[in-house]
């Protein structure tokens, strides 16, 4: 796996949408279980969604169940994260990440992308 490179973030209301992208570089990104990940200010980075190789199966934390939508497109080499109803204490960096299989570590890393949801 190549690079991988966040977009999508921004600053925002509660209760407003965003749509994270995240593009990979390299021939074998459907190879590769995607992952997102977020960290805020003084806190811990923190799982968020994950979604296997073909996209058959996703996985959420339980504070963004039912608000966030994890996706890919393996002909685009991209994985999105779709943001409903945003909620302040969403704000952070978020990370997209790679890793062979779902259940070995994640091993490449975005830059990330910011978003800062205001209330």
């Known amino acids: 796996q190549g690079q991988l490179v966040e977009s999508g973030g921004g600053l925002v209301q509660a209760g407003d949408s965003l749509r994270l992208s995240c593009a990979a570089s390299?021939?074998?990104?459907?190879?590769?279980?995607m992952g997102w990940f977020r960290q805020a200010p003084g806190k811990e980075r923190e799982f968020v969604a994950s979604?296997?190789?073909?996209?058959?199966?996703?996985y959420y934390a339980d504070s963004v169940k039912g608000r966030f939508t994890i996706s890919r497109d393996n002909a685009k080499n991209t994985v999105y994260l779709q943001m409903n109803r945003l909620k302040p204490e969403d704000t952070g960096v978020y990370y997209c990440?790679?890793?062979?299989?779902?259940?070995?570590?994640?091993?490449?890393w975005g830059q990330g992308t910011q978003v800062t949801v205001s209330s």
């Open positions: 990440a790679a890793r062979s299989t779902m259940r070995v570590p994640y091993a490449y």
């Open positions: 390299g021939r074998t990104f459907s190879s590769y279980a």
């Open positions: 979604i296997t190789r073909i996209g058959g199966n996703t």
